[in-house]
């Protein structure tokens, strides 16, 4: 049976994987492997991000342990399409940023016989699924939910706690700004912040 991150075989057909969880859980870090793998299995790749993605680096997808991938900003998923033509395999990192036409582009992409793999944070900084992320984790043949650490208790960390002011949904940033942590501390911590900010 198939299994992802193994070698592609155009005779399949095309699929969609998702790679999801909070901040800081590897999501980039097995976008890149699964990229890496398919390169060596001999097969074009294209890894697409947006082009606001500029943390590390203005065009190469970076994880956070700094391992990376050269990969191709765009401002919009449409321009996917025209970029992936020739390809077998697509990736694109932080899926959650893209429009909603993502899931109609990706779909086109797996409908043409290519494998799509997708890297995303499934809930944003409130606990709400992010953006397109719904959608494409419903679309897709497989999907792969990672966990960080939640260092207040040494278990899995589902939830991505913002540790600075700020209310809006689109914000890039790293351990300064962004903490991944259990279901129970996120609780605690905003419950924490809302009677600080009513006092």
Same mark, same amino acid.
């Given at each position: *049976?198939?299994?992802?991150?193994? =070698? ?13 969880? !909070? ?5 980039? =870090? ?12 001999? &097969? ?11 943390? %590390?680096?203005?065009? =190469? ?5 700094? @391992?990376? $991938?050269? /990969? ?7 321009? *996917? ?10 990736? $694109?990192?932080?899926? &959650?940023?893209?429009?909603?036409? $993502?899931?109609?582009?990706? @779909? ?20 709400? !699924?992010?953006? !397109? *992320? ?7 043949? %497989? ?5 960080? $650490? ?5 278990? !899995?960390?589902?939830?991505? %706690? ?8 689109? *914000?890039?940033?790293?351990?300064? =700004? ?7 501390? %996120? ?8 009677? /600080?900010?009513?006092?």
């Amino acid at each position: *049976m198939f299994q992802p991150g193994v =070698e592609f075989n155009q005779q399949l057909g095309g699929w969609i994987e998702v790679v999801c969880g !909070p901040m800081f859980s590897g999501k980039t =870090e097995e976008l890149i492997r699964r990229m890496r793998r398919a390169q060596i299995a001999g &097969q074009k790749v294209e890894i697409f991000k947006p082009v606001s993605d500029v943390r %590390y680096d203005d065009e =190469e997808v970076v994880s956070h342990d700094k @391992n990376s $991938i050269p /990969s191709m900003p765009v401002e919009s998923s449409s321009n *996917m399409l025209l970029l992936a033509d020739d390809v077998q395999v697509v990736g $694109i990192d932080e899926a &959650q940023f893209f429009d909603d036409g $993502i899931v109609e582009v990706v @779909n086109t992409l797996a409908n043409q016989g290519k494998r799509v793999v997708i890297a995303g944070l499934d809930k944003d900084f409130k606990g709400r !699924p992010f953006g !397109p *992320m719904p959608q494409l984790l419903a679309t897709a043949e %497989y999907v792969t939910k990672l966990h960080a $650490i939640c260092r207040r208790t040494g278990g !899995p960390a589902h939830f991505s %706690y913002r540790k600075v002011a700020g209310d809006q949904t689109f *914000m890039l940033g790293e351990t300064g =700004e962004y903490e991944p942590v259990s279901r129970t501390i %996120y609780n605690q911590l905003n419950n924490a912040r809302g009677a /600080s900010e009513s006092d």
